[in-house]
């Protein structure tokens, strides 16, 4: 059986830190191509990084590119987002979604497992 799951969310001042961590188990892929999605109330699903299966590709949108970092250890099947200097237009769910290739996307529908979503709210 296939589990996502999100844990690290929280509640943080605007200029603080915060990491999730993404743990995966079930797949019936080894090293996933990782998406960090959010979404907040009234708005679209985004990507917030996405990571390929070895960790040495990544992409972050003009809207996290230089505060956020994605990263993942393979031997603990965890994948983590490091968020930094955060900002109030950074409150939503995050949620992680992991695919059946080791190349990422962009693009919510290709990818395959997702978790719940982790809730980040940050305050001014």
């Known amino acids: 059986q296939v589990h996502v799951v999100e844990s690290g969310g929280g509640l943080v001042q605007a200029g603080d830190s915060l990491r999730l961590s993404c743990k995966y188990s079930?797949?019936?892929?080894?090293?996933?191509?990782v998406g960090w999605f959010r979404q907040s109330p009234g708005k679209e699903r985004e990507l917030a990084a996405a990571?390929?299966?070895?960790?040495?590709?990544?992409n972050y949108p003009d809207s996290t590119k230089g505060r956020f970092i994605a990263s993942r250890d393979n031997t603990k099947t965890t994948v983590y987002l490091q968020m930094n200097n955060m900002k109030s237009e950074d409150t939503a769910v995050y949620y992680c979604?992991?695919?059946?290739?080791?190349?990422?996307?962009?693009?919510?529908?290709?990818?395959?497992?997702w978790g719940q979503g982790t809730q980040v709210t940050v305050f001014s």
């Open positions: 079930g797949l019936p892929f080894n090293n996933p191509a």
């Open positions: 979604a992991a695919a059946e290739t080791t190349v990422y996307s962009t693009r919510a529908e290709d990818y395959d497992h």
């Open positions: 990571i390929s299966g070895n960790g040495a590709g990544t």
